[in-house]
């Protein structure tokens, strides 16, 4: 079974400050996925980010990046020069063979 | 521009009573999804779809029912039997079952009058 673990049910950050939301994972499978949802107050669930198992950089999608360390079983989530718009929940989940497992998120709060 | 339409927005259920949630998708997508989120929980899986004509329960299919008919609808039922059915749903839809990401739909939150 895959397991997400998001400790931090909530996060403050100034504007234009750099924060990490933090993502723990348990899986027996070899190859997997680690994604990043954000979640804004309306609801939708918007894609952030990708990494693979087996891929060897971290990702990066503009002000988001990937900190994977695969012998700690972690994937938090950088965002770098927060922006007000950035107030959200935040998940982690993961892909086995055919499924996302979530995690049960983190609130980041941007303050001005 | 191609994305993923559900509805209604809010839907209110008495007692008793199936309603059906209704998810469309233009992106051509194979594989279909439906999640149910209690307030300040993650997502969890009810039931999913490979392909047209195919479904698999999720974590907490029990009290929930689906069809898959067409390529683009995946509507979810929710019965009489699914007690405590106020919560929020979100559908998703992904290239195939093995390619991510999921892209979702704006969700429909339910509530019991």
């Known amino acids: 079974a895959q397991k997400i673990t998001q400790t931090q049910p909530g996060m403050f950050v100034q504007e234009k400050e750099a924060v990490t939301l933090d993502c723990t994972y348990d899986?027996?499978?070899?190859?997997?996925?680690l994604f990043w949802y954000k979640q804004p107050s309306s609801g939708e669930m918007i894609f952030l980010i990708y990494?693979?198992?087996?891929?060897?950089q971290n990702a990066t999608e503009g002000r988001y990046s990937l900190n994977f360390q695969k012998a700690r079983k972690s994937a938090n989530l950088v965002i770098s020069a927060s922006q007000l718009g950035d107030s959200a929940m935040y998940f982690c989940?993961?892909?086995?063979?055919?499924?996302?497992?979530f995690g049960k998120g983190t609130m980041l709060l941007v303050s001005p | 521009d191609g994305g993923i339409t559900q509805s209604p927005k809010y839907l209110f259920r008495k007692e008793g009573q199936n309603v059906t949630l209704s998810c469309e998708q233009n992106?051509?997508?194979?594989?279909m999804y439906w999640y149910r989120q209690d307030p300040g929980q993650g997502l969890r899986l009810i039931y999913y779809?490979?392909?047209?004509?195919?479904?698999q329960k999720g974590d907490i299919a029990e009290g929930y029912s689906v069809s898959r008919e067409k390529k683009e609808s995946f509507p979810l039922t929710v019965t009489s039997a699914q007690k405590n059915p106020t919560a929020f749903y979100l559908c998703?839809?992904?290239?195939?079952?093995?390619?991510?990401?999921?892209?979702f739909g704006d969700g429909t939150r339910l509530s019991i009058l």
């Open positions: 989940a993961m892909r086995g063979y055919s499924t996302l497992t």
């Open positions: 779809s490979q392909i047209v004509n195919d479904f």
């Open positions: 990494q693979g198992s087996y891929d060897e």
């Open positions: 998703a839809s992904s290239i195939s079952i093995t390619v991510q990401p999921q892209h």
């Open positions: 899986t027996s499978d070899q190859s997997y996925g």
């Open positions: 992106l051509n997508h194979d594989a």
